[in-house]
């Protein structure tokens, strides 16, 4: 599991970037070598591109994952300073209302709306073992405001309780928040907090954790949105980190993490991700 500190940084305290010679170039290198050795995987073939934006074959390479079924595990990340789950101070599990859809707004003696460019957030939650879609799973999520702050915890805001929710998946394994584009923070690559239990009713009573992870928004849908009012902040923020120098992404990138985006600035955005556990 990964921590969620502040990232490398150098002398003058600025992020290192460790992708020096080009995220692409050295990726297609990799899969033109491992093709012609006939080991490399759908799985990672479709990760790979899809990271770079290759997206002819990584399109390719879905559609044949999709046909075999195959599913790759989402990497177990740490849940944060902010959870409100029971674990660091604050417990909003239990709170009647913590079931819901639509994240805007703060429940019970609050009734704030969190400002901010509307974002769709479509979790599909699957079996790795066998590629089954998995019904009836409790998914507790979560993530900042438009000014980085955490509901509960963060300055100015612990008395909200917006921008945190729980849902059960559906037959077809998936879960719909609707929700608002975070920031980004100091620090951290643009993110969302997740935790899959394995029934709503574990997850309104704290019960045991199947899979904490992060989900990772793509580079050219935060630019888009931080050039909005309202997220001036996150500007210089996002120019400070990246996916290989995050503290949480940066093993692998965040190749299994990153959402796949539509939508525009206007219209509001989804992000969609598929969650093999």
């Known amino acids: 599991m990964r921590n969620e500190t502040n990232p490398w940084t150098d002398a003058n305290g600025e992020v290192i ?21 006939g080991i490399f995987g759908g799985v ?54 913590i079931v819901r859809g639509d994240i805007r707004s703060s429940f019970g003696s609050s009734t704030t709306t969190a400002p901010g460019v509307p974002l769709t957030i479509e979790l599909t939650v699957r079996d790795v073992a066998t590629g089954a879609a998995l019904a009836g799973r409790g998914v507790y999520l979560w993530h900042c405001d438009r000014d980085g702050a ?21 037959a077809s394994g998936k879960v719909r928040f609707t929700s608002i584009y ?12 997740f935790e899959v239990y394995d029934d709503v009713a574990t997850a309104v009573a704290s019960g045991p954790i199947v899979k904490t992870s992060q989900i990772a928004l793509p580079d050219e849908t935060n630019a888009a949105v931080y ?46 991700l598929t969650i093999g556990i």
């Open 227 to 272: 050039a909005t009012t309202g997220y001036e902040q996150s500007v210089r923020n996002a120019s400070q980190v990246s996916l290989q120098s995050d503290n949480v992404f940066r093993d692998d990138g965040g190749i299994h993490q990153i959402a796949t985006m539509s939508g525009s600035v206007a219209a509001g955005y989804t992000a969609a």
């Open 150 to 170: 955490y509901s509960l915890y963060s300055r100015g805001v612990e008395s909200e309780n917006y921008l945190r929710g729980v849902q059960e998946t559906d």
């Open 44 to 97: 990672a073939l479709t990760s790979l591109l899809t990271a770079c934006g290759v997206k002819g074959e990584a399109d390719a390479a879905s559609t044949a994952d999709a046909a075999s079924g195959t599913v790759t595990e989402v990497p177990d990340e740490t849940g944060g300073p902010y959870p409100a789950d029971g674990s660091n101070g604050v417990n909003v599990l239990d709170d009647s209302g």
């Open 182 to 193: 975070p920031a980004c923070y100091s620090g951290r690559w643009p993110h969302i907090h």
């Open 17 to 37: 970037d460790e992708d020096h010679r080009g995220l692409v170039y050295d990726i297609r290198t990799l899969i033109d070598r491992r093709r012609a050795l």
